[in-house]
């Protein structure tokens, strides 16, 4: 039976970003189709919730404070799966912080600071699976990457965007290298999926939840909960022929010319002009 394919007893899962958002979603979705997971964040509190969902389900969840920019918080980590679970089959790269800044006005502080939480954290959390993976003949490491992987964002995105183009190119290197053990290698591209930073932004500029939307033709935002599905194919067997693709999680917003109109703009113009 194909949906045989999707899932996921008795194999081990290990997400960071696990307190909130996709990496929280992620988690839990992939406990729903019977994993057990090992969670990483420095959100102790919001990772222990996202535990306590996990445990709900009945299934296992080991929070363990990281910091993906600390090499010994990564090492620490690992150390602790070894001792819980002895195996990992999937890993989901989530955590880790941007900068807003205009590209005359970054520092190499900052930029070497997003470099270190978005590429050089993901590289060795992805190092620490691959590891153990080839040792144990395959399984799947999924990243968030962004639009900004393959394509320009302005408004401040210049360290971010940069960041994001080497998980890109990151996530290529490691399924051509990893391919002949088994292991798939895959990075999401989300648009904007609503978060607390993201509202936070669109409240002090009102314009930005309508520059937002008119560039998805969908028209709205993600939510964190869509990326259950996608989590969860990506990590299965359903997606076995399935490695160094970057998949957008975004709308149609790829899909559309920069100068196109999302088809619920135009069906709202022509609603607005039969008055």
Partial sequence: ????????????????????????????????????LLLADINDEGMQATADEITALGRRAV????DVSCFDDI??????????????????????EGVLSRPEELTDEQLTQVLQNLVIGRYAMSRNAGQRMIRDDGGSIVSIGSLASISAMGRGHVAYSMAMGAVAQMTRELSTEWAT?????NAILPAQVTNPGLIKRMDEDPNL????????????????????????????????????????????????????????VTRQRLEESAE
């Fill in 1 to 36: 039976m194909i949906l045989d394919e999707f899932k996921l007893d008795g194999r081990v899962a290990v997400v960071s970003g696990a307190a909130s958002g996709m990496g929280k979603n992620m988690a839990i979705g992939l406990a729903e189709a019977g994993a057990n």
């Fill in 63 to 66: 929070p363990v404070h990281c």
């Fill in 75 to 96: 090492e620490a980590l690992w150390d602790v799966l070894d001792s819980e679970y002895g195996k990992v089959d999937f890993l989901g790269n989530v955590a880790g």
């Fill in 181 to 185: 053990y088994g292991i798939r290698v």
């Fill in 209 to 264: 939840h309508h520059q937002f939307i008119s560039g998805i033709p969908i028209g709205r935002m993600g939510s964190p909960e869509e990326i259950k599905g996608i989590a969860v194919w990506l990590a299965s067997g359903a997606s076995s022929f399935t490695t160094g693709a970057l998949i957008p999680f975004d709308g149609g917003n790829l899909a559309m010319n920069g100068g196109g109109t999302p088809g619920w």
